[in-house]
């Protein structure tokens, strides 16, 4: 038998290999959940990795990646957008206000909006760049003092302003406390959503991406499962 003269020639290529066993078990939730893998948007989250790391996956065909900081997003991704024009930038990470206007020209999506001092200096930086970024607000579901996001009972009010201040929010993202069962977070994070008529659902990390998209992920952020260990 010859091989197939298909794009699945370096199908041994360990980036292509891990963006494969994630797709699969992307598709595997899906089947279970009745949903189409096209509705889910893999974010491969990129932080403390070097280039050299992140070309393979662009390589094999990925555009979307996830940045936890400004600072190193401003010295890794310019050089790779200009080679590759169609990338999609992602902040997953804590932003300060005072770099919301270096994080509007830097991103496509802000996952991280979740208090109003933040909300005002992201209207004020869309304003002034032109670029009006579709927002996850932030929820800290379990009350962890250590964790961005902002209560529960804060989502009203932030969202209200978010409105005023012509800040789109698309969905609702969380963290979940780490060793505990992921599902009853990932589900109340669904049922705020839908209660608030809000799409977009970003949950689920490289240890339980299978269980979030089985409740209704829309955008679920995998670093270690894409690149291996962090140092
Ligand atoms: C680092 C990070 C991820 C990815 O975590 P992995 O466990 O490596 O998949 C996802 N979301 C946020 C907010 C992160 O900071």
Redesign the pocket.
């Known amino acids: 038998m010859t091989a197939p003269a298909t794009p699945t020639a370096n199908v041994t290529d360990p980036a292509r290999v891990r963006l494969e066993t994630i797709s699969s078990g992307i598709a595997r939730a899906c089947a279970d959940a009745r949903r189409s893998p096209a509705d889910i948007t893999l974010i491969a989250?990129s932080?403390t990795q070097a280039a050299d790391s992140i070309m393979p996956l662009i390589e094999a065909g990925h555009r979307v990646f996830?940045e936890?900081r400004v600072q190193e997003t401003a010295s890794k991704w310019p050089p790779l957008r200009e080679l590759v024009p169609d990338l999609e930038l992602h902040l997953?990470?804590q932003l300060q206000s005072n770099k919301a206007e270096e994080a509007v020209r830097l991103f496509d999506v802000i996952?991280s909006l979740d208090r109003p001092s933040l909300l005002h200096a992201l209207a004020r930086a869309m304003d002034k760049v032109g670029r009006h970024l579709p927002c996850f607000i932030q929820v800290n579901l379990a009350g962890e003092e250590q964790k961005g996001g902002c209560a529960p009972a804060e989502l009203p009010a932030l969202l209200d302003a978010a409105r005023l201040a012509n800040v789109p929010v698309i969905g609702l993202m969380t963290?979940p406390p780490v060793d505990r069962e992921p599902a009853p977070w990932f589900a109340l994070l669904a049922k705020i959503a839908d209660d608030h008529g809000l799409a977009g659902l970003s949950m689920g990390?490289?240890?339980d991406y299978p269980t979030a998209v089985r409740i209704g992920a829309t955008h679920i952020?995998?670093?270690?499962?894409l690149f291996g260990q962090?140092n």
Do not use: E, L
């Open positions: 989250v932080k996830g936890n997953v990470g996952h963290v990390m490289s240890d952020r995998v670093g270690t499962a962090r």
